[in-house]
């Protein structure tokens, strides 16, 4: 069973900083895009950023500047460094894949289970 395994949220100060990962496991061959969307309390899921497995990467542009997303394809691991936090991002975070090829064949749109940032003013 295959699955995306969040870790790094937390509670910061505006201007503070946290780093997110985003562990893939399980038998898994290749993956696709690998990203991180947002959903903050009353509002839809959204895109922060994501990546490719060649390294191109895409960002909101109200965190453009601010966070950084990166990957270890070794690794199947997708991170997420957030700096210069405001309360606005306050939201929990869940790391996406778009595809994934397994043991069990392809998978498409996976999602982890989320974790919660909140930024204090």
């Known amino acids: 069973q295959v699955a995306l395994v969040e870790s790094g949220g937390g509670s910061v100060q505006a201007g503070g900083s946290l780093r997110l990962s985003c562990a893939a496991s399980?038998?898994?061959?290749?993956?696709?895009?690998m990203g991180w969307y947002r959903q903050a309390p009353g509002a839809q899921r959204e895109l922060v950023a994501d990546?490719?497995?060649?390294?191109?990467?895409n960002y909101a542009d109200s965190v453009v500047g601010r966070f950084t997303i990166s990957r270890d394809n070794d690794k199947k691991t997708v991170y997420l460094e957030m700096n210069s936090l405001k309360p606005e991002d306050t939201a929990v975070y869940y790391c996406?894949?778009?595809?994934?090829?397994?043991?069990?064949?392809?998978?498409?749109?996976?999602w982890g289970q989320g974790t919660q940032v909140t930024v204090s003013s």
């Open positions: 996406y894949v778009d595809r994934m090829t397994t043991w069990r064949g392809p998978q498409f749109d996976v």
């Open positions: 990546t490719t497995s060649g390294g191109t990467t």
């Open positions: 399980g038998r898994i061959f290749t993956i696709g895009v």
